[in-house]
């Protein structure tokens, strides 16, 4: 679904990381650029 697709991806420390976000998009194919997990208060 995403073979090929470049992606960024932010994730938030007390909900989804963005490592979590990160393996979902590795297995439907796509290419991750940057990941960051960060606190938003």
Do not use: H, N, W
């Amino acid at each position: 679904m995403l073979q090929g697709k470049k992606t960024i991806v932010f994730g938030e420390r007390d909900d989804i990381s963005g490592t979590t976000v990160s393996t979902c998009l590795k297995a439907a194919g796509a290419e991750i650029v940057y990941e960051a997990t960060a606190c938003f208060v």
